[in-house]
T-cell receptor, first 115, second 112 residues
Framework: EPEVTQTPSHQVTQMGQEVILRCVPI?????FYWYRQILGQKVEFLVS????????KSEIFDDQFSVERPDGSNFTLKIRSTKLEDSAMYFC?????????????FGNGTRLTVT | GDSVTQMEGPVTLSEEAFLTINCTYT??????LFWYVQYPGEGLQLLLK?????DKGSNKGFEATYRKETTSFHLEKGSVQVSDSAVYFC???????????FGKGTRLHILP
């Protein structure tokens, strides 16, 4: 069964550094998402992406965050200047149709640790 | 606004016990409803879904019925196993927004 893959599985960075989290969504999916989970708690929506543009974003997704689909397969999340509170598990997801009508398929996540 | 509320955990049960995890929602319209499961060290996996009122979603022995009259989507299993130990999330798509929102999650421990 096709799956969403994320790399790296664990990323350690110093405060103020830029990080790029990478995701390969399921190949025929059209909608892409980033969520994060702090300390195994609530799963929080960050951003959704369709047709090469952001379709929805949360208050968490401020100017320090950006997303990109640089080619036909990768979907990346960039944090320009990391803060301690950015430490979390970041999950990429994709879906065939809009989230209203189609379940999301999640990767296994990237654990980001900011020191 | 749209929201989903699920029972707080952790829930600890013995193997073969009956499980209920409550989930209620507030929504505009009639969205699909989902339960996701997160096993230790893994991402979220879709467990089951229901697309309209009175639908029953089922998978791996788990069931949930979409009840419009009580705005609920409770997760049940008749006989739990140790391997069911995980965190369970009720989830709701947002009307006209391209995202789903999750409940806070319920951690389930099954004792042998």
């Amino acid at each position: 069964e096709p799956e969403v893959t994320q790399t790296p599985s664990h990323q350690v960075t110093q405060m103020g550094q830029e990080v790029i989290l990478r995701c390969v969504p399921i190949s025929n999916h059209l909608y892409f998402y980033w969520y994060r989970q702090i300390l195994g708690q609530k799963v929080e929506f960050l951003v959704s992406f369709y047709n090469n543009e952001i379709s929805e974003k949360s208050e968490i997704f401020d100017d320090q965050f950006s997303v990109e689909r640089p080619d036909g397969s990768n979907f990346t999340l960039k944090i320009r200047s990391t803060k301690l509170e950015d430490s979390a598990m970041y999950f990429c997801a994709s879906s065939l149709r809009t989230a209203y009508n189609s379940p999301l398929h999640f990767g296994n996540g990237t654990r980001l640790t900011v020191t | 606004g749209d929201s989903v509320t699920q029972m707080e955990g952790p829930v600890t049960l013995s193997e073969e016990a009956f499980l209920t995890i409550n989930c209620t929602y507030t929504a505009t319209g009639y969205p699909s409803l989902f339960w996701y499961v997160q096993y230790p060290g893994e991402g979220l996996q879709l467990l089951l879904k229901a697309t309209k009122a009175d639908d029953k979603g089922s998978n791996k022995g788990f069931e949930a019925t979409y009840r419009k009259e009580t705005t609920s989507f409770h997760l049940e299993k008749g006989s739990v196993q140790v391997s069911d130990s995980a965190v369970y999330f009720c989830a709701l798509p947002m009307n006209r927004d391209d995202k789903i929102i999750f409940g806070k999650g319920t951690r389930l421990h099954i004792l042998p």
